[in-house]
């Protein structure tokens, strides 16, 4: 079973900065994409970032410019810049792995943001 474990979230300011680390049970070779979404309460969980094995990266408009998903190969570790953030950026930010067409999930991480 694969694991993902999340970490970097907490409590910022608007216009501040976080960086978001995810940390697969295995190989990050092993998944043709990995990805992060955000759930805010009372709302579904949305993507936010994703970046393929051959490393071309999507993201969501309201993240586009501010946002930067890349991966690390050789510390096996996905990783979300978060940049001029906002108080509609506040949410439970969730790692993701797809292999083929199944979807892993980690726990989660906590951001908000907050003057």
């Known amino acids: 079973q694969v694991q993902l474990v999340e970490s970097g979230g907490g409590l910022v300011r608007p216009g501040e900065s976080l960086k978001l680390s995810c940390v697969p049970s295995e190989s990050v070779f092993n998944f043709n994409s990995m990805g992060w979404y955000r759930q805010a309460p009372g709302k579904e969980r949305e993507f936010v970032a994703s970046i393929t094995l051959g490393s071309m990266t999507r993201y969501t408009q309201s993240v586009d410019g501010r946002f930067i998903i890349s991966r690390d190969n050789a510390k096996n570790t996905l990783y979300l810049r978060m940049s001029d953030l906002k108080p509609e950026d506040t949410a439970e930010y969730y790692c993701?792995?797809?292999?083929?067409?199944?979807?892993?999930w980690g726990q989660g991480t906590q951001v908000t943001v907050s003057s």
């Open positions: 993701n792995a797809m292999i083929l067409s199944r979807a892993y």
